[in-house]
Structures are given as C-alpha cells and as structure tokens.
Nanobody, 122 residues
Framework: VEVVESGGGLVEAGGSLDLTCTTS????????MGWYRQVPGNQRELVATFDMGNGDTNYADSVKGRFVISRENGKNTIYLRMNTLIPEDTAIYYC????????????????WGQGTQVTVSS
C-alpha cells in the first residue's frame, strides 16, 4: 500500500500552503483519510480528517477556520489547504489512511505516509 504526500515547505507567517495525499494498492475500502502533525518531542496530533463515504470533515480547534480538507471526486486523494499560517503550525505533517472491509463496515488496516515538513517563519 502506498501513501504518497506532496507539498509543504517554507512559508512566511500569514501565507498559505497546500498538501496532497494519494493512496493506492489496498484491497480494503478507504474509510477516512486525514492529516496529523508532529513536532519533535511531542505527540502526533490530529489536524483534519475526511470521511470518504459521506464527506464529513473534522478539524482540530487550532486550525478551524484556517485549514480546509477536501478530496478529489472518485479518487483516494485528499488535499489540505492551509491558510493564515502561524509559526505554531510548523511541524511534520503525516497523511493517515483508515481502511474498512467493504460491505461489512469492519475496520481494516491503518497506514501512514512518510511525512512532509511544513515550516512557518515569523
């Protein structure tokens, strides 16, 4: 199973960045895809998730109103548009894929991308 992230980089505070994540190769259905982030020495934390079945989204309070998660219709690809970035958004961003057994609703394996660095300068 591949989970491939792209985007990220260095941006000044107040700027915007886009992240993209695509997954392929799983024999299970994709239930949710999302983004988490981690600063060295801290726990990995939720940023945003997207329910691939019903389109529901979930955001961390710290990014609500600034970040938007979306998907490409018909594909296992999600995007994260990050607006009004602040230095506290600096972290490694990881794409998360939660699968399910199609027709049963049973949770399947979970996968992670390799991470992409986002750095916001003040």
């Amino acid at each position: 199973v591949e989970v491939v992230e792209s985007g990220g980089g260095l941006v000044e505070a107040g700027g915007s960045l886009d992240l993209t994540c695509t997954t392929s190769g799983s024999h299970f259905g994709v239930k949710t895809m999302g983004w988490y982030r981690q600063v060295p020495g801290n726990q990995r934390e939720l940023v945003a998730t997207f329910d691939m079945g019903n389109g529901d989204t979930n955001y961390a309070d710290s990014v609500k109103g600034r970040f938007v998660i979306s998907r490409e219709n018909g594909k296992n690809t999600i995007y994260l548009r990050m607006n009004t970035l602040i230095p506290e958004d600096t972290a490694i961003y990881y794409c998360n894929v939660v699968t399910e057994v199609v027709g049963w609703g049973t949770r399947g394996p979970e996968y992670w991308g390799q991470g992409t660095q986002v750095t916001v300068s003040s």
